[in-house]
T-cell receptor, first 110, second 114 residues
Framework: QKEVEQDPGPLSVPEGAIVSLNCTYS??????FMWYRQYSRKGPELLMY????GNKEDGRFTAQVDKSSKYISLFIRDSQPSDSATYLC??????????FGKGTRLHILP | DTGVSQDPRHKITKRGQNVTFRCDPI?????LYWYRQTLGQGPEFLTY????????KSRLLSDRFSAERPKGSFSTLEIQRTEQGDSAMYLC????????????FGPGTRLTVT
């Protein structure tokens, strides 16, 4: 079993819809959970990071962590065509080791 | 601009040649990371520095790869005797000390080995 699983998509949704992106992980040692956005041929851009189970909101983005289920989510409200990108989850364990998911390609249709 | 910068942005080289990439981190960050990313994959960790000390190297970092951060500021990643399998995007990131969860990436160097 891979340490982090992320559906590669592509995921296509109409503009204005709520987007749900998810990752599952197998190792309970992960402590920090991050979401990055990556446009084509660019470096990843840090969107949010969170430590504890629960929700963290930043504008149209909400990160959700369920440590008991080893499941993390990123929700995007009022999605825009400019949100079209690849979204990567990343997890950090107690030894500061980072593991990235493969990324989910998201297309917001105008 | 005070973000992470990388140079060059693109590099095309012939198999067997050596290449060197440079990364300039955010100035107040003392951690610097190197990753490799291939199409359809997330970044894969290669190595990281805290100040000038190289603290960890991935098994992905074969003996043809070497990284340095001589004065704890910029870093270089050298690949010797390049192979076609080295073709990838090489990403650099930096973070404050003890905040591996707060990494900021540069634009990457895209390497093509022909």
């Amino acid at each position: 079993q891979k340490e982090v699983e992320q559906d590669p998509g592509p995921l296509s949704v109409p503009e204005g819809a709520i987007v749900s992106l998810n990752c599952t992980y197998s190792n309970s040692a992960f402590q920090y959970f991050m979401w990055y956005r990556q446009y084509s041929r660019k470096g990843p851009e840090l969107l949010m990071y969170t430590y504890s189970s629960g929700n963290k909101e930043d504008g149209r983005f909400t990160a959700q962590v369920d440590k008991s289920s080893k499941y993390i989510s990123l929700f995007i409200r009022d999605s825009q065509p400019s949100d079209s990108a690849t979204y990567l989850c990343a997890l950090v364990n107690r030894d500061d080791k980072i593991i990235f998911g493969k990324g989910t390609r998201l297309h917001i249709l105008p | 601009d005070t973000g992470v910068s990388q140079d060059p942005r693109h590099k095309i080289t012939k198999r067997g040649q050596n290449v060197t990439f440079r990364c300039d981190p955010i100035s107040e960050h003392n951690r610097l990371y190197w990753y490799r990313q291939t199409l359809g994959q997330g970044p894969e960790f290669l190595t990281y520095f805290q100040n000038e000390a190289q603290l960890e190297k991935s098994r992905l970092l074969s003996d043809r790869f070497s990284a340095e951060r001589p004065k704890g500021s910029f870093s270089t990643l050298e690949i010797q005797r390049t192979e076609q399998g080295d073709s990838a995007m090489y990403l650099c990131a930096s973070s404050p000390r003890g905040a591996a969860y707060e990494q900021y990436f540069g634009p990457g160097t895209r390497l093509t080995v022909t």
